[in-house]
Nanobody, 122 residues
Framework: VQLQASGGGSVQAGGSLRLSCAAS????????MGWFRQAPGKEREFVAS????????YYADSVKGRFTISRDNAKNTVYLQMDSLKPEDTAVYYC????????????????WGQGTQVTVLQ
């Protein structure tokens, strides 16, 4: 599956952004989807994941209550709504997909999008 992320940008602390990730090439509903991020000088980290049906979602503790992952299988798209953004949320955000396993396990994502930059200003 090919993934194309969009929606990044610069925003003031406390603001909101919505990231989108459009998938093509395979049956989207067969894939668990996830969002990851990588800040400068840091390792890539898990942000959120969602099950194939969208019925189960999981979040990193650092974003729980502020970010919401969702998907529209009819549009082959996964979203990440980011509210109450903080400067420490600044990173390149990547969407990812995996065809096996479940959304609870944050490993095994084999397909990755190109990343979109999110910058949160003080």
């Amino acid at each position: 599956v090919q993934l194309q992320a969009s929606g990044g940008g610069s925003v003031q602390a406390g603001g909101s952004l919505r990231l989108s990730c459009a998938a093509s090439g395979r049956t989207f509903s067969n894939y668990v989807m996830g969002w990851f991020r990588q800040a400068p000088g840091k390792e890539r980290e898990f942000v959120a994941s969602i099950s194939r049906s969208g019925g189960s979602t999981y979040y990193a503790d650092s974003v729980k209550g502020r970010f919401t992952i969702s998907r529209d299988n009819a549009k082959n798209t996964v979203y990440l709504q980011m509210d109450s953004l903080k400067p420490e949320d600044t990173a390149v955000y990547y969407c990812a997909a995996k065809s096996s396993g479940n959304a609870y396990v944050h490993l095994g994502f084999g397909s990755w999008g190109q990343g979109t930059q999110v910058t949160v200003l003080q």
